[in-house]
């Protein structure tokens, strides 16, 4: 079934550095990748998505890029700040047939002040 | 901002017994959602609900498992008999629309089944 890697599960930077994350996915037919972004005690919060017919999105200091031929997107944090710091999941979703979300296992980012 | 709310935060029970756990959803939402997150697992869908029936279940979602929406405003998931390994981190959402549509996240319940 389908199935969504993610890396790196940990990741620690400098404030005002850049965060990358990584997540591959291995439907084709995938579609649909939201960003959430979970913090102590809360549940996932959308921070960005990106759908098949774009290759990058921005928000801020926020971007997406998605890659179809080699299935994979990435989530690009710049001038990290402290409050960045939180728990980052990766999904997929086939939108047009299918309500389910095929979260990646979670990259935990801390922001060093 | 409407957010999603889940009660209780944590619920504790003997093996066998059955929980309910209880969502309400943003108002205006029509489409709920159950996932779940395993201690040290990823998080993994359940059950999409609208219209009073189930849209879509997962293989996790067998016979024990059952949702309703028994008023206008909560969602529940009962679990008849609890396991061990249903131990875990019970999140729901709801989207304003169906498959093309975010889903939004309630704060989750901690189920420890002992």
């Known amino acids: 079934g389908e199935n969504v890697e993610q890396h790196p599960s940990t990741l620690s930077v400098q404030e005002g550095d850049s965060a990358v994350i990584k997540c591959t996915y291995s439907d084709s037919a995938s579609n649909y990748f939201p960003w959430y972004k979970q913090e102590l005690g809360k549940g996932p919060q959308l921070i960005i998505d990106?759908?098949?017919?774009?290759g990058e999105k921005k928000d801020q200091r926020i971007a997406v890029t998605l890659n179809k031929t080699a299935k994979h997107f990435s989530l690009h944090i710049t001038e990290t700040q402290p409050e960045d710091s939180a728990v980052y999941f990766c999904?997929?979703?086939?939108?047009?047939?299918?309500?389910?979300?095929?979260f990646g296992s979670g990259t935990r980012l801390l922001v060093r002040p | 901002e409407p957010e999603v709310t889940q009660t209780p935060s944590h619920q504790v029970t003997q093996m066998g017994q059955e929980v309910i756990l209880r969502c309400v959803p943003i108002s205006n939402h029509l489409y709920f959602y159950w996932y779940r997150q395993i201690l040290g697992q990823k998080v993994e869908f359940l059950v999409s609900f609208y219209n009073n029936e189930i849209s879509e279940k997962s293989e996790i979602f067998d016979d024990q498992f059952s949702v309703e929406r028994p008023d206008g405003s909560n969602f529940t998931l009962k679990i008849r008999s609890t396991k061990l390994e249903d131990s875990a981190m019970y999140f729901c959402a709801s989207g304003r629309s169906g498959l093309v549509s975010t889903q939004y996240f309630g704060p989750g319940t901690r189920l420890t089944v002992l």
């Open positions: 999904a997929a979703n086939k939108e047009d047939s299918s309500y389910k979300l095929i």
């Open positions: 990106i759908r098949s017919n774009v």
